[in-house]
């Protein structure tokens, strides 16, 4: 007999060999109905898979992570099934589940696949599904796997075994399709109950744009055909709410082929709105103290060997600029912390100078693939709301907790009331990607996890996420619609301090090493705008917004009012317009209305003769006429009022 451990530390006992799924059914049938997948002692497992020692069991359905990620991998099997037998010949690269869905990058050959073939795939797919094709799991040597997938021509595959260890490669099979896979997967195919293939793009193998571009199709599948319903209509909403379609309706930024891909350009409104975000920051952290700084844009190849960013991303990022002198090369600055790291050594340092917080607004350029540029999510050159934290030892909690204070403030004040929080550590058994020591690492993980335990935050710990110089703990913000962006960010770093061997004097008179704390609570003001714009379908609060009013005089009668409104309102600090166009009022209004003004100010003869205004608010309507300095109070009051809630 085996001892099994449930997460609430009950324990039972089972006959070894007992599955995952024997367990879930001796505990209820309704649970092994919905069970897809088990951890047993902190490792994805498939339910088939016998356990044949003493273990601790968690049971994953369809709400879990854990859960969706077989059902979209064992998907994305199903898909790879349906496309060998749909195209002859071709081959398979890696396919993974992601976020929604899954994806397979395949090599079809000389076979276009067009997006009128997606409905033949997914017919494919149920007819597989229909069969109950068991997925079966088994242990093959590296020998054989490479005969196996050569012999098949699997190009792509061989590439992937020649770089496994032999004794740790498993293959999954389901019908006549055989796939290298580590798993887990679901028993059989029969779970899967709706399907959607969403779209192909184009994905160089293995990402290297010198390698051959392969076809990567999306796809999504679900448990009930309600839930793949209500998906599709999200996407409908999705495209609505797309910060490029916005982006481009309010004028707030553009991009040109001509200034470079990834490179994005904020117009006039666009550029507003920015820096009324950058105020907004600069507030709170006036609160919190924080001194604001300023660096160069590129800095010498020696400071990024110091810091350790060039032997992990050198070669990946843009190449370097040499000058006319010889030996000389420099980097666009792909990050601030070396140039803060610089900022702290200039002066001697002492203990009571710390915490010392410097903050920036700070463009960084980062060479993405052309392929994975997506409006202003991923580009190549973007501003982080940059600071860092030099602070004792025993500080670093109370910092911690200060920062994330401040990034609650942030949430609140863009209406994200639904985020979670990820502990990202170190990979348990690979540790050659981190730099630093085991003592240290030690401490900023259990100071991470500590701030998190006092402030009551629900967090999870994810290991092998960790940056390669500390510990963090990131935001995954839920927008309007459900979907799930990572925003801020705070990372405790002990290592940088070290290579940089930055010191302060102690109440000791010794020296001492300080702790350096990252933080970036909007993580880059390019995607931190993309995803405000996608959370409220472009209608910002008052106190942001580009354009609060917009002035409709119904006739040209009353251009010249509307243009006396519009000088006193902003006289006020009022941020308006006037639509002097010779339109009807209803085009006006209808037009206004999708430019996402909070109020249109409707002014006619009535509203002349008593220096008056008709008012109607985004979304509320006609809220009837008053005095325009009544209207002016009325505007800046709510402003206010927003503005000091945090």
Not at 25 to 50: C, F, H, K, M, Y
Not at 64 to 85: P, V
Not at 335 to 348: A, D, L, Q, R, T
Not at 535 to 563: C, M
């Amino acid at each position: 007999m085996i001892k099994i451990t449930f997460p609430d530390n009950s324990v039972r006992e089972y006959a070894e060999g007992t599955t995952a799924m024997q367990i879930a059914e001796s505990i209820s049938s309704r649970l092994a109905q919905e069970v897809l997948a088990a951890s047993v002692n902190g490792e994805v497992w498939d339910l088939t898979r016998p356990i044949h020692q003493d273990a601790t069991v968690k049971l994953f359905k369809w709400d879990d992570e854990e859960g969706k990620h077989a059902f979209w991998h064992s998907s994305a099997h199903l898909m790879a099934e349906a496309l060998q037998e749909l195209y002859p010949g071709i081959k398979f690269g890696i396919g993974p589940a992601i976020e929604n869905g899954f994806y397979y990058d395949v090599d079809p050959g000389e076979t276009v696949i067009k997006d009128s073939d997606f409905a033949t795939i997914e017919a494919k797919m149920m007819e597989l599904v229909a069969k109950k094709e068991a997925i079966v799991r088994a242990d093959i040597s590296k020998a054989d796997a490479l005969k196996m997938f050569g012999d098949r021509g699997e190009e792509y595959k061989v590439e992937l075994i020649n770089e496994l260890e032999d004794g740790k490669i498993t293959t999954y099979t389901q019908g006549a399709f055989t796939d290298l896979c580590r798993g887990p997967h679901l028993p059989n195919t029969s779970y899967i109950k709706a399907v959607k293939v969403l779209s192909a793009a184009g994905a160089y193998w293995r990402g290297d744009e010198t390698r051959k571009q392969l076809v990567r199709l999306y796809a999504i599948t679900f448990p009930k055909k309600k839930l793949l319903d209500e998906y599709l209509t999200l996407l409908e909403e999705a495209k609505k709410r797309d910060h490029r379609k916005i982006g481009k309706e309010l004028d707030l930024f553009m991009f040109s082929d001509t200034v470079g891909k990834g490179l994005p350009m904020w117009l006039p409104r666009g550029t507003a709105l920015r820096l009324r975000l950058q105020d907004f920051l600069r507030r709170i952290q006036a609160r919190y103290d924080y001194q604001e700084v300023m660096c160069p844009p590129i800095g010498n190849k020696l400071l990024y060997i110091t810091s350790g960013h060039y032997a992990k991303y050198g070669k990946d990022s843009f190449q370097p600029i040499h000058t006319p002198e010889e030996g000389e090369e420099y980097f666009l600055k792909p990050m601030n912390c070396p140039h803060h790291c610089m900022i702290y050594k200039n002066s001697p340092r002492s203990y009571k100078d710390l915490p010392l917080r410097l903050a920036e607004f700070g463009t960084v350029c980062r060479y993405e693939q052309s392929g994975e540029l997506h409006g202003l999510t991923r580009v190549r050159s973007f501003t982080q709301d940059d600071a860092h934290i030099f602070c004792r030892p025993d500080q670093v909690k109370d910092e911690f907790i200060r920062v994330m204070d401040i990034i609650s403030i942030v949430f609140k004040s863009m209406d994200f009331k639904n985020f979670e929080a990820q502990i990202s550590l170190r990979d348990k058994v690979n540790r050659e990607k981190y730099i630093g020591s085991e003592e240290n690492w030690e401490k900023a993980e259990r100071a991470i996890i500590e701030a998190c335990e006092e402030k009551g935050l629900p967090a999870k710990i994810e290991y092998g996420e960790a940056a390669f110089y500390g510990p963090k703990l990131d935001f995954m913000v839920k927008d309007a619609i459900g979907r799930r962006w990572q925003l801020g960010t705070i990372q405790v770093d002990y290592n940088l301090p070290e290579r940089f061997e930055l010191e302060y004097t102690g109440e000791d008179n010794k020296k001492h090493r300080p702790v350096m704390i990252h933080r970036a609570p909007f993580g880059s003001m390019e995607r931190f705008v993309a995803v405000l714009i996608e959370h409220t379908a472009g209608k910002f609060p008052l106190w942001l917004t580009p354009d609060q009013v917009v002035i409709l005089p119904i006739s040209e009668r009353f251009n010249e009012y509307a243009w006396n409104v519009a000088r006193e309102l902003k006289q006020k600090n009022i941020r308006v317009l006037v639509d002097d166009r010779n339109e009807k009022i209803g085009r006006k209004i209808r037009d206004n209305e999708m430019k996402r003004i909070p109020y249109m100010l409707i002014v006619g003869e009535k509203e002349a003769e008593n220096a008056e205004v008709s008012v109607r608010k985004q979304g509320e309507g006609d809220k009837g006429s008053m005095k325009i300095t009544n209207f002016a109070a009325l505007l800046n009051n709510e402003v206010e009022e927003m503005i000091n809630r945090w």
